[in-house]
């Protein structure tokens, strides 16, 4: 089955330091992968895409097949980057998979 | 340019009472979704739609039922309200099931007393 997993439910880092977003998934196809984000009490809004290859807001993900990990990473955290931030697979033909989220707190 | 359009943002209900939140998009999306966020639970998909005139079961639809009006507008109804189904609830939708993400409403925040 299709499983997204994030295993932090709460990141916390000093403004500057660097930031890493752990996402591992599960599906045995070639994955589609997105990372959103949600600002407090907000909409969630699509942060990358894998396939587009971008880099948002200094944010990027790579995609390694062999570790089935899409790890969000970012070199120097600013305090606005705190939001809760989700993982997600689309296997095809069906609805997107969700992680449960992490909660990344940016300390200044 | 509004999107995904949600009503009401807010909502308490008291335990038996029934609802219907309101959806709508302006993106000519084909798909449309309901998910509802709890406090260490993530996203739970409730109901989906993958076309018009089409829904389909996510993977907690019980205690709820949807309704795909149109092309544009997905509702989902709470026949008997219970305390179990507080919640922020979000609608989406995407084209072409979700190949290029989804876009989200900004939630109705659900309180059942």
């Known amino acids: 089955a299709q499983r997204v997993t994030q295993p932090e439910k709460l990141l916390s880092v000093f403004k500057g330091a660097p930031v890493e977003l752990k996402c591992n998934y599960s599906?045995?196809?070639?994955?589609?992968l997105f990372w959103y984000v949600q600002y407090s009490r907000q909409r969630l809004q699509l942060l990358l895409r894998?396939?587009s290859r971008e880099s948002i807001k200094g944010f990027t993900a790579d995609l390694n097949k062999g570790e089935t990990s899409f790890h969000l990473k970012k070199p120097f955290a600013q305090e606005e980057d705190s939001a809760m931030y989700y993982c997600a697979l689309f296997p095809g033909n069906t609805p997107l998979v969700f992680g449960k989220g992490t909660r990344l707190s940016v300390i200044a | 340019n509004a999107g995904v359009t949600q009503t009401p943002k807010f909502q308490v209900l008291k335990t038996g009472q029934s609802m219907t939140l309101q959806c709508a998009q302006d993106m000519n999306h084909n798909s449309m979704y309901w998910y509802r966020q709890d406090p260490g639970m993530g996203l739970r998909l409730i109901y989906y739609?993958?076309?018009?005139?089409?829904?389909d079961k996510g993977e907690v639809p019980n205690g709820y039922n949807v309704s795909r009006l149109n092309k544009r507008e997905f509702s989902l109804r709470l026949e008997s309200a219970a305390p179990s189904q507080t919640s922020v609830y979000f609608c989406?939708?995407?084209?072409?099931?979700?190949?290029?993400?989804?876009?989200f409403g900004s939630g109705t925040r659900l309180t059942v007393v």
């Open positions: 894998h396939i």
């Open positions: 599906y045995s196809g070639s994955p589609e």
């Open positions: 989406a939708s995407s084209d072409r099931w979700a190949a290029y993400g989804y876009t």
């Open positions: 739609s993958a076309s018009e005139g089409t829904t």
